[in-house]
Nanobody, 124 residues
Framework: QVQLVESGGGLVQAGGSLRLSCAAS????????MGWFRQAPGKERESVAA????????YYADSVKGRFTISRDNAKNAVYLQMNNLKPEDTAVYYC?????????????????WGQGTQVTVSS
């Protein structure tokens, strides 16, 4: 069982930056693939970024490539999402998720545990 708690969301102007953090419980955090997802009003939840247990394999949605960076610190049971050059279309609730796999996992349906989400609002 893994419990996930996101933090770091907020209101920012277009072009600004935010860093999301996800704190995970459990002694086997390093064995999980991790990902960040987002859901805007009226839209389906979509994958934003993901990484495998070591952080050496990563995935980014085309819409965030070159602007967002996912990372993890297994010693701290944490995963991060650095978001730069934010755009109004990045506005959404952002979720952290964990998958019982040591490989890179991309698809929403493959994740087993979810946080409660943190709101990110980008004003134009």
């Amino acid at each position: 069982q893994v419990q996930l708690v996101e933090s770091g969301g907020g209101l920012v102007q277009a072009g600004g930056s935010l860093r999301l953090s996800c704190a995970a419980s459990g002694r086997t955090f390093s064995s999980y693939a991790m990902g960040w997802f987002r859901q805007a009003p009226g839209k389906e939840r979509e994958s934003v970024a993901a990484l495998n247990w070591s952080g050496h394999s990563t995935y980014y949605a085309d819409s965030v490539k070159g602007r967002f960076t996912i990372s993890r610190d297994n010693a701290k049971n944490a995963v991060y999402l650095q978001m730069n050059n934010l755009k109004p279309e990045d506005t959404a609730v952002y979720y952290c998720a964990a998958a019982r796999s040591n490989r890179l996992v991309v698809h929403t349906s493959s994740y087993d545990y979810w946080g409660q989400g943190t709101q990110v609002t980008v004003s134009s």
